[in-house]
């Protein structure tokens, strides 16, 4: 076996040497960038700046634990923080460091952070308007936990705008059912108040940051809770027969059902892991799911306990009759599908592991191609470049299936799908198009 090996690897160089084989000693290298990254999923060319603004939301109301007793809520004027991610002049400045302190029930506060490439307050690039995307985080969640998704997003030319939702802390069962309550009424709400203000000031030029905004293409990005309000904000009307939708007080359910009537100009729809399609606690009939007429990109993992993959996110996608739509799913991935990759204590509480990581996939490869889809698809819904469908409508629904035939020994040192390689999926390097599906359904006529 041994003679086999070493024969093996003098005839490898004997044909690396005669230049019968294409082969590079050296390995690809993307400056700042992991080389495994998909195509779409690195830095596009613009320069980052990083500004926060706060909103005031107006005649909102609170459930509080009377309320939940009694019906009768508390009025409670909301004030949220946006970080807005843009194009800005490239120049020198200390870059964005994200921090933020995570408190779990009856543990110790832990602070995770992340480095960021945006410069905090970078002057503007206004020489053309750019699309803007919302982003809505989930349950628990804060503005900077996709803040590489954002910056991405951003380096590609857009204007990228994630709410700080600031839910309710949770100290205990009551507070988490109350700080729940809240949520299932304010995403949905948080976005089309906030998504409304930050399109008056791209109409009134108040702001430096919406003197950018192309306000005729505007995207809605949610993760989990904020999927399940995102779907509303994009034309599904709430059914609240079920619970724990039908426990939500009358005053909020009116405001819920009045705000769904006012339609937000969203062209595109992009939801992580979506919560309120799972059977026991479904948010919308399918006739309601039918409304929404933009395009959709949904993201999920096919083991996901929390949203229930199998009757719950699939049921979504499968009665969005009235889009034209797009599934991908990670396969053997649960339900933390996208976020930063966080450094986290290896003697650490498990608590903020479970709340960050995946089991099966590691983080920052989730990132690299959630990063590589969403930007292919906001690019084809709102910036219509029909190219990028190439990117999106793969070759085979499992990426396992992916052919690209070499030669004995050949070395493709990084290289990517393209034209070339059709049976392949564009955009990444061989083998490495694995354990992924990708599903499309065309709107019904």
């Not at 995403?187 to 998504?195: F, S, V």
């Not at 599904?236 to 027969?241: E, K, N």
């Not at 592991?353 to 930007?375: M, Y």
């Amino acid at each position: 076996m041994r003679k086999r090996i070493i024969a093996a690897i003098v005839a490898g160089t004997i044909l690396v040497g005669g230049g019968a084989v294409a082969y590079v000693a050296s390995p690809t290298i993307h400056a700042g960038q992991a080389g495994e990254t998909p195509e779409l999923g690195r830095l596009g060319q613009y320069s980052i700046g990083v500004h926060v603004k706060s909103f005031a939301l107006e005649d909102r109301t609170k459930i509080t634990t009377w309320g939940a007793l009694s019906g009768n809520l508390t009025d409670a004027n909301r004030e949220l923080s946006v970080r807005f991610w843009y194009p800005a002049k490239a120049g020198e400045g200390e870059t964005a460091k994200y921090t933020h302190i995570m408190r779990p029930p009856g543990k110790d506060p832990v602070t995770i952070s992340t480095q960021g490439v945006a410069v905090p307050d970078a002057e503007t690039v206004i020489d053309q308007k750019y699309p803007l995307v919302l982003m809505s985080h989930g349950f628990g969640g804060w503005d900077t936990q996709f803040s590489n998704l954002a910056e991405q997003i951003a380096s590609h030319g857009y204007i990228v705008a994630s709410i700080n939702h600031a839910d309710m802390p949770i100290d205990g069962v009551t507070s988490f059912f109350l700080s729940f309550g809240n949520v299932l009424v304010d995403r949905t709400l948080d976005q089309r108040q906030i998504l409304t203000q930050i399109l008056e000031d791209a109409q009134s030029g108040s702001q430096a940051y919406a003197a950018q905004i192309d306000s005729d293409n505007v995207g809605l990005i949610g993760y989990s809770m904020g999927g399940y309000g995102a779907i509303a904000s994009a034309g599904a009307f709430y059914d609240f027969a079920n619970d724990p939708m039908s426990n939500i007080p009358e005053t909020a359910r009116t405001a819920m059902e009045d705000a769904a009537q006012k339609p937000l100009p969203i062209k595109s729809l992009v939801t992580f892991a979506p919560w309120g399609g799972q059977p026991d606690s479904r948010a919308w009939t399918a006739d309601s799911i039918s409304k929404i007429d933009k395009p959709v990109l949904i993201i999920a993992g096919n083991q996901d306990d929390v949203v229930n993959y199998e009757e719950g996110v699939k049921w979504l996608f499968e009665n969005m009759t009235g889009s034209d739509r797009y599934m991908l799913v990670y396969r053997e991935a649960r339900h933390n599908i996208v976020g930063n990759e966080f450094d986290i204590d290896t003697d650490g509480d498990f608590t903020t592991a479970e709340f960050l990581k995946e089991p099966v996939w590691r983080s920052d490869r989730l990132n690299a191609i959630n990063q590589h889809f969403v930007t292919a698809f906001l690019d084809m819904t709102l910036k219509g470049d029909a190219s990028k469908a190439d990117y999106l409508d793969v070759p085979t629904v499992n990426s396992n299936d992916s052919k690209w035939p070499i030669g004995f020994g050949e070395q493709l040192n990084g290289k990517m799908a393209d034209s070339e390689q059709s049976d392949h999926w564009k955009g990444f390097q061989r083998r490495w198009a694995v354990g992924l599906e990708m599903h499309r359904m065309e709107k019904k006529q």
